[in-house]
């Protein structure tokens, strides 16, 4: 028992010690090429998904996903698919930028 708590606490401090994560480059993350990229979309009355959850679109069926939504002077930094998407939204989106193009035209 006490080489298991001694263990323990030399791994502890190790851990303290050390940093395991690293801050990176968005497109070394996302793998960016000429197909794919990061975008804004502004979401007006006109567009169909205003007033959805992210749950019920199908943004997932044609290659995006949405990062974050910006609403007003807040930000959605982790959205859910619970989170309705409203009129005036900003959407930050990755994805295939045609099928984004698309969707959104």
Request: charged share 30%.
């Amino acid at each position: 028992k006490a080489i298991g708590s001694l263990f323990h606490k030399l791994v502890e401090r190790q851990i303290k010690k050390r940093k395991y994560f690293r801050k990176v480059m968005l497109d070394e993350v996302l793998h960016l090429d000429e197909d794919y990229g990061v975008c804004e979309i502004n979401i007006s009355d006109s567009m169909k998904i205003s007033g959805q959850r992210l749950a019920d679109t199908d943004f997932k069926d044609k290659g995006f996903m949405v990062l974050a939504i910006k609403r007003g002077a807040g930000l959605i930094s982790t959205p859910k698919g619970s989170d309705e998407i409203l009129k005036g939204d900003n959407l930050v989106i990755f994805g295939n930028m045609k099928n984004i193009k698309d969707a959104f035209s």
